[in-house]
């Protein structure tokens, strides 16, 4: 079988990549570098199950041969990421993921698309089911990712209900792992960066807004059954475990043995208060759910960090 992962070069995406030739894909990983790194990808190079190709998604693309499943990874992802590239963001969940459809509708394709917890915006409701709705406004800084997303989802189940193509939405909760980089902005590997650097731990607000983090091996393998899964969803990929921002900052000071202090500033616009993922569907449709606890997790994590030469 033959999947296409546009995206690939990403964080989870190279995971995901990696995953799918174990289990026997031959993998075609697209990606324009935005976000993404070649070295996240380097060690497949040598694998003649893999091919690289350096596309933008928004523009046509063409695969020779047969395609069972795309991935649309394709966005930048953390909050630093998609500020900085607000109009490269809208167009991957638009135009990208358009073109995208139609490359899995020419294949006969299972299309999954990653999108996000964003979606859900600052929730008014707890944990987050797939049948909310969501806070999001549409107008403020983060609204280049929530609403893209938000967008990528409606045209997926648009090109569903008029053409009958086979789809899967994936909200994908927080994710962390080696791989991540130092500089992107999200929480794990900013924390972990300032810990093993004796820097101040940097805290938004008064840091009790919480989050439920996912270590990356439960995600890809989730993403790995949704394709085979019959239900377009949206389905909620997560780890139900909720901890607040002070407590990770506790956990990773520990986990370093850093005597970094913590330092607070404002929080950010739009910001959600609270984040942990209702994923009872997840368990039916997919028996799957996550076994990697965050202490775990962050160990490796760690370790990666503390041995990676380059600060990018």
């Excluded at 030739?21 to 993998?27: S, Y």
């Excluded at 600052?122 to 987050?128: A, C, K, R, T």
């Excluded at 970094?260 to 994923?279: K, N, Q």
Aim: overall charge positive; proline content about 7%; aromatic content about 8%.
């Amino acid at each position: 079988m033959t999947a296409v992962v546009a995206g690939g070069a990403g964080f989870v995406g190279s995971h995901l990549c990696e995953l799918l030739l174990r289990r026997g894909f031959r993998v075609v990983c697209v990606d324009n570098l935005i976000t993404g790194s070649r070295r996240n990808v380097s060690r497949l190079s040598h694998n003649n199950a893999f091919r690289f190709a350096c596309s933008d998604v928004t523009r046509p693309i063409s695969i020779s041969g047969r395609v069972d499943v795309v991935y649309h990874l394709a966005s930048p992802a953390s909050p630093k990421d998609y500020l900085a590239y607000p109009l490269q963001t809208l167009s991957a969940n638009s135009t990208g993921t358009e073109a995208l459809l139609r490359l899995a509708r020419r294949k006969r394709s299972i299309f999954v698309l990653a999108s996000t917890s964003e979606v859900y915006g600052d929730p008014q409701i707890h944990p987050q089911r797939e049948s909310y709705w969501g806070n999001v406004n549409p107008v403020g800084p983060r609204s280049v990712y929530d609403e893209a997303k938000r967008y990528a989802e409606a045209i997926t189940m648009a090109f569903h209900r008029q053409h009958g193509l086979p789809v899967r939405v994936a909200r994908i909760f927080n994710t962390y792992r080696p791989r991540m980089r130092r500089s992107d902005g999200r929480v794990v590997p900013t924390l972990i960066n300032q810990a093993l650097t004796g820097a101040p731990l940097t805290i938004h607000g008064t840091g009790r807004q919480t989050r439920s983090f996912c270590y990356v091996s439960d995600l890809v393998e989730a993403l790995l059954r949704i394709a085979g899964c019959s239900e377009p969803g949206p389905i909620n990929l997560g780890n139900p475990q909720e901890i607040t921002l002070l407590r990770l900052a506790s956990i990773i000071r520990r986990l370093t043995c850093s005597t970094s202090t913590l330092t607070f500033e404002p929080y950010p616009e739009d910001g959600p208060r609270r984040r942990r993922p209702d994923i009872r569907r997840a368990r039916r449709l997919l028996r799957w759910a996550p076994t990697v606890a965050i202490t775990e997790g962050l160990v490796p994590t760690i370790d990666w960090f503390r041995t990676k030469s380059s600060p990018a």
